[in-house]
């Protein structure tokens, strides 16, 4: 692998090169393998409940239209890393190119910040269907969720973008190496020729926020719902209750849970190689297994899916 910047050369570049996961020839062939694989299943279980929700009309509800749109989500969440990913497991260069690192950048933020919305409104939602039964048609109707749902997307996209634009506009310098697999913005600034606190204070204030406050908002929604399940007298009550609401706390455990390691502590604390682990983790392995959760869970989904998969 040849740099033709040295880091004493103040030159503006125009691309940069990803190590991704080092190996020899033989290993990158395995692992662009592996990675296919897990990208297609990741594929065919997010869009077998889109199919499943669409086809089957007892899951024309809010929850399970919810789900249909975190479902499809998640396959360009994933998609947003793994086919270049692929690419450079195949690529003798590893480089990606000035406009294509930053677009990488622009969606891998913008679809997880709209996935936190999307897990705060699923909570809000099941939040109001055990909290305000009788209530519930009439506050989360068609035209609600619909409002809401472009709300997430509206909002994922736009959070990011002054962030982005201010990133973009800076030169970088010397060394082209990103000890990553995707444009992560901690190697990117530290490629930059010279500071710019406005941009890192920018990213760093923004970023932060949907995660924290929604993270808030939906343990604050999921103590209200076991205050109300608490109270319900029978048992299978309460196992009906805990039932909707499993697999969606399971997601949320596993989304949270992993970007809570990666950036709840001081950057200084994680090497390159846990910080690809943990970026594996929430963006290719969550997508993958999201699916698995939602169907063991719920039996109307359950069945709708081994009717998809003919089963």
């Known amino acids: ?49 889109i199919c499943a929700v669409r086809w089957d009309q007892r899951l024309h509800t809010p929850m399970y239209i919810l789900l249909a749109n ?20 195949l690529s003798d260069t590893k480089v990606i190119s000035f406009s294509g690192c930053f ?13 936190c919305f999307f897990l705060a409104v ?81 990213f760093s204030t923004l970023s932060p926020l949907p995660v924290i406050i929604l993270f808030f908002f939906i343990m604050g929604s999921y103590a209200l719902v076991l205050r109300a399940v608490l109270k319900v007298p029978s048992a299978t009550g309460r196992r009906k209750a805990f039932s909707t609401c499993g697999s969606h706390l399971a997601v949320v455990s596993l ?6 390691i990666m950036y709840g502590s001081p950057a200084s604390e994680h090497k390159a190689g846990m910080q690809k682990i943990v970026t594996l983790f929430y963006s290719v392995v969550t997508p993958l297994i999201n699916p698995v959760i939602y169907s063991l869970r719920n039996k109307d989904m359950k069945k709708a899916m081994q009717k998809i998969l003919g089963i």
């Not at 989304?255 to 809570?260: D, K, L, N, Q």
């Open 1 to 49: 692998m040849k740099i033709f910047s040295n880091p004493s050369n103040s030159s503006t570049i125009s691309g940069f090169l990803l190590l991704g996961f080092p190996s020899p020839r033989e290993g990158q062939i395995l692992l662009f393998v592996l990675f296919s694989a897990v990208y297609l299943l990741t594929l065919t279980g997010n869009g077998s409940i």
């Open 70 to 89: 975190f479902s499809f989500l998640e396959i360009w969440y994933v998609t947003s890393t793994v086919p270049n990913m692929l690419a450079n497991f």
């Open 103 to 115: 677009l990488q950048f622009y969606f891998f933020f913008s679809l997880g910040s709209t996935e």
């Open 122 to 202: 699923m909570a809000f939602d099941r939040y109001l269907a055990i909290c305000r039964p009788l209530h519930y048609p009439t506050i989360m109707t068609r035209r609600l969720c619909t409002n809401l749902m472009i709300n997430c997307w509206a909002l994922g996209f736009l959070w990011f973008l002054i962030p982005i634009i201010l990133i973009s506009q800076m030169a970088f310098c010397g060394s082209r190496i990103i000890d990553h697999f995707l444009c992560d913005p901690g190697p990117l600034l530290a490629l930059t020729c010279k500071k710019s606190p406005v941009a890192e204070l920018a």
């Open 255 to 260: 989304f949270y849970g992993s970007i809570v």
